[in-house]
C-alpha cells in the first residue's frame, strides 16, 4: 500500500522546540507562506497534520500496552516508559509518555494542534485547490485537531483548548493562558467532530493510497467514544478532583453527576454504528476467513477470532493507521507476543509479554459465563492438573498435562492466550488433526524462559496480537512476520459502547441492550447473555438488573477488547483502577522443569495505584513557566 508522503518542516519544528507548547505561529513565516502557495505543497502540510497521531503499535509510544495491568515487561525493563508507568514510577519533573510537551515516547499533542489551526487558516490561499478537496481537508483536519484535543483530555482531564494561533507578536500575557474546565473541553471536542463528520466522505474510495485518512465512520466512531467517556464516572460528577480549581478560582471538574450524558452518548453510538454499516462495515464472521486448507469448525473459528485484529484492513477495523504498523524485529509486539517453536541456542523472538492470571481467568468459560460464577467448572480447583483427552486436542496436546483453568473456556481464550501445551496451528502444518504445533513452556523446553531478558512471567503470551500468517522459517532462526495496521476502533467496540449507554439510560435493562452485546458474543461462539446466566450461572437474574448488566457488559469489554488499550482507558473511566490496579500479578512458576513445581502460582508483582494516578502530572517545567497552569491532584 502506498503510504502518503510526509514532510515535515525542519524549520518550523525546530521553532517549536524553542517554546513551551502554546499555539503560537513560527516566525518563520516564509517556510508557511510557501507550504499554501499550491496545491502539492499544501498536500504536503495536510500530510504533517497527520504525522502528530501517535504510533498505536508501540510500547515506546502507546502507554495503553504495557503501562497498565494487561501485559507485563520482565524487570531488565522496568525504566523503559510503560513498565515504569506499571510500576507506579511516574514523574512530574519528566512524564513518561508526554504528549503535552513532546517527551519521553510522546508527541506534542499542542504542536500538531498548531499546525492544524495554521492549515485551516491558510488553506483558502491555495490557488489550484478544488472546492470539493478544500472542504473534504478542513474537515480531516478539524478531526485531527478534535483527536489530538481527546487524547489529551484523556490523559490529563482539564486542559487548555487551542482553537486558533497566537501570532509570534503576540504579548506575553496572551501566551500564559489557563486550563479549560473539562466540560468545556469536551464539548469543544464534540463540537469540532460535529462539524467534520458534515463533510467527510462515506468512504474511502482510493484504497490504494487513501486507507487511513479519515472518513465520516471513523469521526462517527471518535464522537462515540468522546461521548461515552464523558459520560463515565471519572469525568462525571467524580468527587475526587472537585478540588482542582485553577489560578483565577475556576472549578475544573464538574461536581454534580449529569445523567443525561449517557443518553447523548447512545444517540452518539447508534449514530457511529449506522454509518459504519451503511459503509460495509461489519463484525468478522468465521467464513470471513479464508483459507485453501481443510479445517476443522473448531480450528477455523479460533483463527477468524484471531483475525478479527490482526488482518489487515478487515471488515470490522473501522479506522486504522499506516503509520502504526505491527511488524517484526525483536522489539515489535509479534515478537515480544510469540512463544518459541524450536530448541535453539539462537532467539529469533523475545517472548516477553506476559499476561497475567487475573486477565487469562476474566475470559468466560465455554457456557459464556465467568468461570467464578459457572455452576458446572471446577473453579476451585483450577490450578490442579488434568490430563487433555481426544476432546481437548484442538486446543490442549492430546495426553498432556496442564492446569484445569486452561479446559473447558470459551473460544477467545484459545484464539487470544497461548500457554503451556496448548495447540499452535500453522507455522508451515496446516493437518489441524494430528500434526499441529504445541506450545512447551517448561524448562529445557522451546518456550520456557530463554535468558533473564528474554523470559515470560507468567506463561501465558497474548497469541491475539500475532498474525496467523506470521511464522518461524524451517529451522526456526528466523521470524517472519505477516504485518498489519494496529487497529485503533473496531466495530464490536462500538456495539459494546452502545450497550454501556444504553444500559446506563433505562432503570433496567432493554432488548436492545441484549442485542448489541449478544452480537458480539454470537460472532465468538456464545449464547446471548440472558440464555447463558439462566442455564449456568450461580446468579442466574443478573442480566435482568442495571447493576448486574453493568458487570456483564464490563466484562465483555475486557475480555473482547484485550491487547487493544481499550483496558487501560476504560478502567479509568469506570473509576476502577483502584480496584483492579492494587492487585498482585502473578503465574505460573516460570523457571521450573518438574511438572508440580511449573503448576505451582507466583506473584511476581504487586502493583499500586493511587487516586492521582488517574491523570498524568502535567511536567513541572511547563508549571514554572506558566503559573496559571494549576498542576493535576496529587502531584
Not at 323 to 335: A, D, E, F, M, Y
Request: overall charge negative; glycine content about 6%; proline content about 5%.
Amino acid at each position: 500500500m502506498k503510504r502518503i508522503k510526509i514532510l515535515l518542516f525542519i524549520l518550523m519544528t525546530g521553532a517549536i522546540s524553542s517554546c513551551d507548547y502554546l499555539d503560537v505561529v513560527p516566525d518563520n513565516i516564509a517556510t508557511i507562506d510557501n507550504a499554501f502557495t499550491n496545491r502539492y505543497n499544501a498536500e504536503k502540510y495536510l500530510a504533517t497534520c497527520y504525522s502528530f497521531l501517535p504510533n498505536f503499535a508501540s510500547y515506546n509510544s502507546n502507554p495503553t500496552i504495557v503501562g497498565g495491568d494487561e501485559l507485563w515487561l520482565p524487570d531488565h525493563q522496568r525504566e523503559l516508559n510503560g513498565p515504569a508507568m506499571a510500576r507506579h514510577n511516574q514523574t512530574v519533573t519528566s512524564p513518561r509518555f508526554d504528549y503535552w510537551v513532546g517527551a519521553n515516547g510522546g508527541k506534542n499533542l499542542y504542536a500538531g494542534i498548531r499546525v492544524c489551526n495554521i492549515l485551516l487558516e491558510r488553506i483558502d490561499e491555495v490557488p489550484d485547490l478544488t472546492e470539493d478537496e478544500s472542504v473534504r481537508w478542513k474537515a480531516e483536519v478539524k478531526f485531527l485537531k478534535a483527536y489530538y484535543h481527546f487524547y489529551l483530555i484523556r490523559m490529563y482531564g482539564p486542559i487548555h483548548i487551542s482553537d486558533e494561533s497566537i501570532a509570534v507578536s503576540a504579548s506575553t500575557a496572551s501566551t500564559k493562558v489557563y486550563r479549560d474546565p473539562v466540560e468545556d473541553c469536551f464539548n469543544y471536542v464534540l463540537s469540532l467532530l460535529d462539524e467534520a463528520i458534515l463533510d467527510l466522505p462515506d468512504n474511502i474510495d482510493k484504497q490504494k493510497t487513501e486507507l487511513g485518512r479519515i472518513s465520516k465512520p471513523i469521526a462517527a466512531a471518535i464522537k462515540a467514544r468522546v461521548a461515552i467517556t464523558y459520560a463515565s464516572p471519572l469525568f462525571n460528577g467524580n468527587p475526587d478532583f472537585t478540588g482542582l480549581v485553577d489560578q483565577a478560582g475556576t472549578p475544573l471538574f464538574p461536581s454534580e453527576y449529569d445523567d443525561t450524558r449517557w443518553q447523548f452518548a447512545a444517540d452518539a453510538c447508534k449514530e457511529a454504528i449506522d454509518f459504519a454499516e451503511q459503509a460495509g462495515f461489519s463484525l468478522y464472521q468465521v467464513d470471513n476467513f479464508i483459507t485453501p486448507y481443510a479445517l476443522s469448525d473448531t480450528t477455523k473459528m479460533k483463527m477468524a477470532l484471531r483475525s478479527r485484529f490482526t488482518e489487515r484492513w478487515n471488515n470490522e477495523v473501522i479506522w486504522a493507521t499506516a503509520t502504526s504498523i505491527v511488524g517484526g524485529g525483536r522489539g515489535g509486539l509479534q515478537s515480544g507476543s510469540q512463544p518459541r517453536l524450536f530448541a535453539l541456542n539462537e532467539n529469533p523472538v523475545t517472548s516477553n509479554f506476559a499476561v497475567p492470571f487475573k486477565v487469562a481467568e476474566q475470559y468466560y468459560s465455554n457456557n459464556g459465563v465467568p468461570i467464578n460464577e459457572d455452576k458446572i467448572f471446577n473453579y476451585s480447583d483450577r490450578y490442579k492438573l488434568k490430563i487433555s483427552q481426544y476432546k481437548d486436542r484442538k486446543f490442549i496436546k492430546q495426553g498432556e498435562e496442564t492446569a484445569i483453568v486452561n479446559f473447558d473456556r470459551e473460544f477467545r481464550y484459545y484464539a487470544d492466550l497461548a500457554f503451556d501445551r496448548s495447540v499452535w496451528f500453522g507455522n508451515g502444518v496446516y493437518d489441524d488433526e494430528s500434526k499441529a504445533w504445541w506450545i512447551k513452556c517448561r524448562k529445557g523446553e522451546p518456550a520456557a524462559v530463554y535468558d533473564a531478558n528474554d523470559r515470560n512471567e507468567s506463561g501465558y503470551f497474548p497469541r491475539k496480537l500475532i498474525n496467523v500468517e506470521t511464522e518461524f522459517n524451517a529451522d526456526g532462526t528466523q521470524y517472519h512476520t505477516e504485518n498489519y495496521p494496529f487497529p485503533i476502533v473496531r466495530l464490536s467496540d462500538l456495539y459494546l459502547y452502545y450497550a454501556e449507554a444504553l444500559n446506563e439510560v433505562n432503570e433496567a435493562p432493554t432488548t436492545e441492550v441484549y442485542n448489541a452485546i449478544d452480537q458480539v458474543r454470537e460472532r465468538a461462539g456464545l449464547n446471548g447473555v440472558v440464555e447463558s446466566w439462566a442455564n449456568f450461572s450461580k446468579y442466574p437474574n443478573k442480566p435482568l438488573s442495571k447493576e448486574g448488566m453493568r458487570e456483564i457488559i464490563q466484562q465483555e469489554r475486557l475480555i473482547e477488547l484485550s491487547f487493544e488499550g481499550g483496558r487501560f482507558w476504560d478502567l479509568r473511566r469506570w473509576k476502577l483502577c483502584y480496584e483492579y490496579l492494587n492487585q498482585p500479578l502473578q503465574g505460573w512458576s516460570v523457571g521450573e522443569k518438574e511438572i508440580q513445581a511449573y503448576y505451582q502460582v507466583n506473584t511476581y508483582f504487586v502493583q499500586e495505584f493511587t487516586v492521582r494516578d488517574y491523570f498524568w502530572p502535567i511536567r513541572e517545567e511547563q508549571i514554572i513557566l506558566n503559573p496559571n497552569l494549576e498542576q493535576n491532584t496529587g502531584w
